[in-house]
């Protein structure tokens, strides 16, 4: 079995951000409630010439020139995503603006569990020898799926691309240390983006459903509950299972949902403040691109180092949530 070594990281953010102020033109909120219970400040929207598409190309576009990779080299796009520009799949579009015209190319979808999820999958390719190259983007454009009028859910969500670049390497050098993977699917509707349930008739008699999606829906509390219980369970177990205690970690990098959710998971594993990437105050919960982008800023501002051990865990819609354990290599010399 071959290891997986992480490489290098982009991101790509809208340049159009709305602060708490600018929203409560909008709804009926305050900068003082969605700071207190988010910590969020602002959130970055799509603007006319931007799309799922042209962020998650931009991104990976970036992750590859800081691998220093041709993107002929690329095996393997992986595109977690739960609001594509076409719903038969947004990453073959990627492929092409990138010009990676080796590599295959699909769509994941696992809400805010995504870009975890599909790093794991994308991981299992090259372990088993299968592929040598993969690009895993997180990318999300929730703004078109919100109701700008709920103020319930508005303020908390923010549209944004993160990508990683991995490769097989040999087994000793391997930096997946371990994963944890879960779904409850009977809390389905504690968060949901469904199809509407709409039908036209088609002939007398026979109707067919319209195509169309109900905007965001969420009961906030049972989500909150169902974070604070299972991350950091899934998380001790995941430590657990490789040996690891919680003071050898380097980083906490978990969803950035709410501050508030962050905080509670490091005290659960006794893991000070200083050791939790966070950087939803700027953008919001991104849905599968905040953990890349966290990453991409993380490294970028040189806190994460070569040789860096981060626990990782992605949770929401499904529901679903997982953890990760790796070790960050960087590009090789
Ligand atoms: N501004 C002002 N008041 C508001 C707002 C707002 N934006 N939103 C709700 N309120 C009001 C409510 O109407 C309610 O008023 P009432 O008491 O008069 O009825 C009051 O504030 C309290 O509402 P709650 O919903 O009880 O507020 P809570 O403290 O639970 O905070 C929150 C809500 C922030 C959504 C919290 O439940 C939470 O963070 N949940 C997790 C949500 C989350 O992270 N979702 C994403 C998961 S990841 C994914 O997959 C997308």
């Given at each position: 079995m071959q290891g997986i070594r992480f490489c290098a990281t982009g991101a790509a953010l809208p340049h159009t951000s709305i602060s708490n102020e600018a929203l409560s033109q909008r709804v009926d909120t305050s900068d003082e409630w969605i700071r207190s219970r988010t910590g969020i400040t602002a959130r970055r929207i799509a603007a006319e010439q931007e799309n799922l598409t042209t962020l998650a190309s931009a991104a990976g576009r970036l992750a590859l020139e800081r691998a220093g990779w041709?993107?002929?080299?690329?095996d393997l796009i992986l595109l977690a995503t739960s609001?594509?520009?076409d719903l038969f799949g947004s990453a073959p579009r990627v492929q092409a603006q990138l010009g990676a015209s080796s590599a295959v190319a699909f769509d994941l979808t696992a809400a805010c569990s995504g870009f975890l999820f599909a790093l794991i999958t994308a991981s299992q390719y090259l372990r088993t020898g299968a592929m040598g190259r993969a690009l895993v983007i997180g990318a999300d454009q929730l703004s078109r799926w919100?109701?700008?009028?709920d103020r319930s859910t508005c303020v908390l969500f923010g549209d944004g691309a993160g990508a990683v670049a991995i490769e097989a390497c040999g087994a000793d050098q391997d930096g997946l240390l371990g994963f944890r993977m879960a779904s409850d699917g009977r809390k389905a509707d504690c968060l949901s983006l469904r199809q509407v349930a709409s039908r036209q008739e088609l002939i007398p008699g026979i109707s067919s459903q319209l195509g169309g999606f109900e905007p965001i829906a969420m009961n906030g509390q049972e989500v909150y509950k169902f974070a604070v219980r299972e991350v950091p369970a899934v998380l001790q177990e995941l430590l657990k299972s490789t040996g690891t205690k919680p003071e050898a970690l380097d980083w906490l990098l978990l969803h950035q949902a709410n501050q508030r959710i962050l905080n509670a998971v490091a005290e659960r594993l006794g893991?000070?403040?200083?050791?939790v990437l966070s950087n939803l105050a700027h953008y919001g919960n991104t849905s599968a691109a905040t953990i890349p982008v966290m990453l991409h800023e993380a490294v970028q501002a040189g806190l994460?180092?070569?040789g860096h051990l981060i626990a990782s865990s992605g949770f929401g819609a499904g529901l679903s949530w997982g953890a990760a354990l790796w070790r960050w290599s960087g590009p090789t010399p």
């Open positions: 041709d993107p002929k080299s690329l609001s594509p520009d919100v109701d700008w009028n893991l000070p403040e200083a050791k994460v180092k070569p």
